[in-house]
């Protein structure tokens, strides 16, 4: 019996074709072979135009799907359009309030590379890199309680190594180095794994310091940015305003990748060249750091901070590594620092969905309201109406604050209410915040013999404010001021819808 074969591309056949076709012998049926043959021929060219044009008919080939998105990792940027928030829809990482004990450890690291050069302004923090808290403490235990070796122990006259002897030297000249290290966190170890330095043979007092420390207990790599003595002092100098057509202070372009007008002396000190290399920026080795740390402890924030010029140094550095890693969450907790640039760089900086800034200011510092237009009270004041959403005329000219801004008062210096504790209240972009009442008025920047606003620009100011918050019990913010009313929020501060 012959039996015969369809292909699947003909008609299926009815029951009394199927049934002829059986009872009709082999030689009287009907073919097509022209058909046949025209489909044989056109499988044969196809498949001698694939082996001609890919060399083989792998199924691997076959089925693989093109790339959309090109491959890079978490800490590299990628080549697509970056996702932008905004002041009206921002990301949950940017509204994000710290805690007092975050800003709090901040602050005294901030202290720390400031009162370190009354001590030794030739101490290099390198020398503790890698030093856990436990032999810090075998360090100052050891030389305060003046722990004397026996002499009966075997082990007296063993000749000690150079790592020892180093040691020693910290401990009978450094202890209160190692002691302010100790108090910036109650139980938390943060190691010191970097120090960075600009211009090559400089004392401490005339170069920028960078700092990078690493706190596993809160998940942070916490990069903690100083200016000179004289910057820190003074972040904003009547010789370093420069007036355009305007009569504004002129800025310069911050970089080819975000082309915003900032400051001039922020951007000049922010990428000058590391002490160790004359070719290589100092951002360079600090990102770099910040890279091998994040591959070795995974799913940490990178905290910038910085007090006074320091402070507009790490906003900057802020905003150039969160644009560049845009899988990592960046903040920026920074200390009474002055304005950085206008309109567009305001913009960028509060559209960089993995960036948050917090701004402390503390009672009535008057250096944050610098740089200003023309020096006095009015064009500051219209300057941060319009960053908050009121009327126009802004222009490129105008200084802006970036991110989130916390006033904080103490009982050194009390609002004008019977309150006697200290107070913190939280601004959402600059959003409600009062008018700064006791201005500069003409003088672009206040003289060096006022000790009332030395007293109140001095980090030792905003770290003395916030320890009162910590062991005192004063109220911390927990949302932003003017969104706390009824229906948004609870008596035990819980979220609710508004319908």
């Given at each position: 019996?012959t039996?015969?074969?369809t292909s699947?591309?003909?008609?299926?056949?009815?029951?009394?074709s199927?049934?002829?076709?059986?009872?009709?012998?082999?030689e009287?049926?009907?073919?097509?072979p022209r058909?046949?043959s025209?489909?044989?021929?056109i499988?044969?060219?196809?498949?001698?135009?694939?082996?001609?044009s890919?060399g083989s008919?792998?199924?691997?080939?076959?089925?693989?799907v093109p790339?959309?998105t090109?491959l890079?990792?978490?800490?590299?940027?990628?080549?697509?359009l970056?996702m932008?928030?905004?002041e009206?829809?921002?990301?949950?990482?940017q509204i994000?309030?710290p805690?007092?004990?975050?800003?709090?450890?901040?602050?005294?690291l901030?202290?720390i590379l400031?009162?370190?050069?009354?001590v030794?302004?030739?101490?290099?923090f390198s020398?503790l890199?890698?030093?856990t808290?436990?032999s810090l403490?075998g360090?100052?235990c050891s030389?305060?309680?003046?722990?004397?070796?026996?002499?009966?122990?075997?082990?007296?006259?063993?000749?000690s190594?150079?790592?020892?002897?180093?040691?020693d030297?910290?401990?009978q000249?450094?202890?209160p180095?190692?002691?302010?290290?100790?108090?910036c966190?109650?139980?938390?170890?943060?190691i010191?794994?970097?120090?960075?330095?600009n211009?090559?043979?400089?004392d401490?007092?005339?170069?920028?310091?960078?700092?990078?420390?690493?706190?596993?207990?809160?998940?942070q790599?916490?990069?903690?940015?100083?200016g000179?003595?004289?910057?820190?002092?003074?972040?904003i100098?009547?010789k370093?305003?420069r007036k355009?057509?305007?009569?504004?202070?002129?800025?310069?372009?911050?970089?080819?990748?975000?082309?915003v007008?900032?400051?001039?002396?922020?951007r000049?000190?922010?990428f000058?060249t590391?002490t160790?290399?004359?070719?290589?920026?100092l951002?360079t080795q600090?990102?770099?750091?910040?890279?091998?740390?994040s591959?070795?402890y995974?799913?940490?924030?990178v905290v910038?901070t910085?007090?006074?010029?320091?402070?507009?140094l790490?906003?900057i550095?802020g905003?150039?590594y969160?644009s560049s890693?845009e899988?990592?969450?960046?903040?920026?907790?920074?200390f009474?620092?002055?304005?950085?640039g206008?309109?567009?760089?305001r913009?960028?900086?509060?559209?960089?969905?993995?960036l948050?800034v917090?701004?402390?200011?503390?009672?009535?510092?008057?250096?944050?309201?610098?740089?200003?237009?023309?020096?006095?009270?009015?064009p500051?004041?219209?300057?941060v109406?319009?960053a908050?959403g009121?009327?126009g005329?802004?222009h490129?000219?105008?200084y802006?604050h970036v991110?989130h801004?916390?006033?904080?008062?103490?009982p050194?210096?009390?609002?004008?209410?019977?309150?006697?504790?200290?107070?913190?209240i939280?601004?959402?972009?600059?959003?409600?915040?009062?008018?700064?009442?006791?201005f500069?008025?003409?003088?672009?920047?206040?003289k060096?013999?006022d000790?009332?606003?030395?007293?109140q620009?001095?980090?030792?100011t905003?770290v003395?404010?916030?320890?009162?918050?910590a062991r005192?019990?004063f109220?911390w913010?927990?949302?932003?001021?003017?969104?706390?009313g009824?229906g948004?929020?609870?008596?035990?501060?819980?979220?609710r819808q508004v319908?």
């Amino acid at each position: 019996m012959t039996t015969t074969t369809t292909s699947s591309s003909s008609p299926l056949p009815s029951s009394s074709s199927a049934a002829a076709a059986l009872t009709t012998p082999p030689e009287t049926r009907t073919t097509r072979p022209r058909k046949q043959s025209s489909l044989r021929n056109i499988k044969k060219n196809k498949d001698k135009n694939n082996s001609s044009s890919s060399g083989s008919n792998s199924p691997e080939q076959t089925l693989a799907v093109p790339t959309l998105t090109p491959l890079h990792g978490f800490l590299t940027p990628s080549d697509n359009l970056a996702m932008r928030s905004s002041e009206q829809e921002p990301s949950s990482h940017q509204i994000e309030l710290p805690s007092c004990e975050d800003i709090l450890m901040h602050g005294r690291l901030c202290s720390i590379l400031h009162q370190y050069r009354q001590v030794d302004q030739n101490f290099d923090f390198s020398n503790l890199v890698g030093t856990t808290r436990m032999s810090l403490q075998g360090f100052v235990c050891s030389h305060t309680d003046g722990a004397v070796q026996d002499d009966d122990d075997d082990d007296s006259f063993a000749p000690s190594s150079p790592t020892s002897l180093l040691r020693d030297c910290l401990i009978q000249q450094h202890t209160p180095i190692l002691q302010s290290l100790l108090e910036c966190s109650s139980n938390d170890d943060v190691i010191v794994e970097g120090f960075f330095t600009n211009g090559k043979g400089l004392d401490a007092h005339s170069r920028m310091e960078v700092t990078v420390f690493n706190c596993q207990a809160k998940r942070q790599f916490i990069v903690v940015y100083r200016g000179t003595s004289d910057q820190q002092t003074k972040p904003i100098r009547t010789k370093e305003i420069r007036k355009d057509g305007r009569g504004g202070a002129s800025g310069v372009v911050l970089h080819p990748d975000q082309p915003v007008q900032v400051f001039p002396s922020f951007r000049e000190s922010y990428f000058s060249t590391s002490t160790t290399t004359t070719t290589e920026q100092l951002e360079t080795q600090v990102f770099a750091l910040l890279d091998t740390l994040s591959e070795r402890y995974p799913f940490c924030d990178v905290v910038m901070t910085g007090h006074s010029f320091g402070g507009a140094l790490a906003t900057i550095a802020g905003l150039r590594y969160a644009s560049s890693r845009e899988m990592m969450r960046v903040s920026c907790h920074i200390f009474g620092s002055p304005k950085v640039g206008g309109k567009a760089w305001r913009h960028t900086v509060n559209s960089t969905p993995n960036l948050k800034v917090i701004r402390i200011e503390h009672g009535n510092d008057p250096y944050v309201n610098l740089p200003s237009e023309h020096g006095s009270a009015h064009p500051a004041a219209k300057i941060v109406a319009n960053a908050a959403g009121g009327g126009g005329g802004n222009h490129q000219g105008s200084y802006m604050h970036v991110g989130h801004t916390v006033v904080v008062t103490s009982p050194d210096h009390p609002p004008k209410s019977n309150n006697a504790g200290g107070t913190a209240i939280a601004y959402r972009f600059e959003k409600n915040k009062p008018t700064p009442k006791n201005f500069l008025g003409l003088s672009l920047v206040p003289k060096t013999k006022d000790k009332k606003v030395a007293s109140q620009h001095g980090i030792e100011t905003y770290v003395r404010a916030m320890e009162q918050f910590a062991r005192l019990g004063f109220s911390w913010v927990k949302n932003y001021h003017g969104e706390d009313g009824k229906g948004v929020t609870g008596s035990g501060n819980e979220k609710r819808q508004v319908v």
